[in-house]
Structures are given as C-alpha cells and as structure tokens.
C-alpha cells in the first residue's frame, strides 16, 4: 500500500510539471515549435561556449565591474557608472558573482533570455494572428543574426527585449483577450532608460485597466513643424 502511495504520488508530481512546462502543447504546430525551440536552444548554446573566453565590450564589461564591485567592495575595482544606465543588469550579474558562478554564469543566463524570446515571440503571435504565423515567424526569430550575436555579449539587449515581449504578451492576454486580471497585475514591467536597459530602448509600461501601455515619444522638430 505504501508503494502504491508513493507512486501515485510521484506520479502526481510529474503530471504537474508536465502541465506547467508543456501544457500549452496541443497540436502539431506546438510540437513543432517544440522542435525549433530546442534547436534555437542547442544554437545559443555552441555562441556560448564560442565565446566563453573572449573579452568584453566596453558597455557589458562597465556592467559587470559594478556587479563585482558591489558583492566583492574590498577588491577596490574601479567602475565608471554612467547614471543614465539602466540598474537591472548591475544587480543581476551580482548574483552569478556572489554564487560564485561568475561572468560564465552570466553569458550562460543570454541562452535562457534568447531562448525566451523565442518562446515569447511564438506564443504572443498565437494569440495575435494563428499559430502557422506564429510557427514561421519564430523561425526567423530564433535564427536572426541579430540574436544569435548578441546572445554571445552580456549587454543589455537580450533581456531588454525578453522582458518586452513577456509584457506584451500579458498585456495580450488579460486586456484584449480578457483572460483573467491576473495577467495585468502579476507583472509591471518598464523597459527604459531610467530602469532597465540602455537609453535608446522602448520605454513600455503596463498599467491597470483600463489604461493602455504609454510608449512616450519625445517631441521632433521635425514632426512637430508645419511643412513649408
């Protein structure tokens, strides 16, 4: 009886997982993206190790001395901080450092956010247009040049558009499609100059109903005056 017990209970336990990470699989389409998904996966994997021991740009290398700075102050590191850098990926890269799992760590995290994207990408597309859509547009996602480079450099970008399409997708879903108000206040993320990413990065908020994302756009000169 008790080995009984222990299986169910076991077998409970994979059920719930399964759920959690493939419940959203229910057709050919999804299996397929399934496909490119652990593909995109393998590829950002090989740009890791490719570039595990190259040097660093000058932004992500400004990044992870302040990481190394704030969990390592008696080092005596000395970090040029530009203030209109966003604070995430100061903080984010301190973790790998105080786990002692370091700049490897961090450059292993960009497959994870790329990965992300691909995922994201597919499943807001689903929810926008169909899942054929969605299914090619992935493709492309997953092997643009655009990502596979920049997964090999610990900047800002990566995560930057992970967590914006992340956004837009709960937006998707809990103020259009009205799938629950979980979506709305679950996660409030702001991409911007100020709190994420770089400054050229979409500033992008998710407000409680009934407000909709306020992109703000600074005022052009160009746009602004009258044709002559």
Known sequence: MCIRDSSNSLYSSLSKIKNIFFGWVKDNYDKAFLLVLATAFLAYLFVFFKTLNQPLWY?????????????????????????????????????????????????????????????????????????????????????????????????TDIPACFFLLLSLLFFWKGYVLKEGKKYLFAVSVKIGRRKFSAPCSLQFRINTPPSTPDINILNDTIISSPLN
């Open 59 to 155: 932004d992500a290398a400004n990044y992870l001395a302040t990481a190394k700075r704030l969990v390592f102050p008696k080092l005596g590191l000395n970090d040029i901080w530009y203030y209109r850098r966003g604070f995430f990926w100061a903080l984010f890269p301190a973790l790998f450092f105080a786990l002692g799992l370091g700049e490897a760590g961090v450059r292993l995290s960009l497959v994870f956010f790329g990965s992300g994207i691909v995922l994201t990408s597919y499943l807001l597309l689903s929810k926008m247009f169909d899942k054929k859509k969605a299914l090619i547009s992935s493709i492309g996602v997953a092997f643009s040049w655009i990502v596979l480079f920049f997964v090999g450099r610990p900047l």
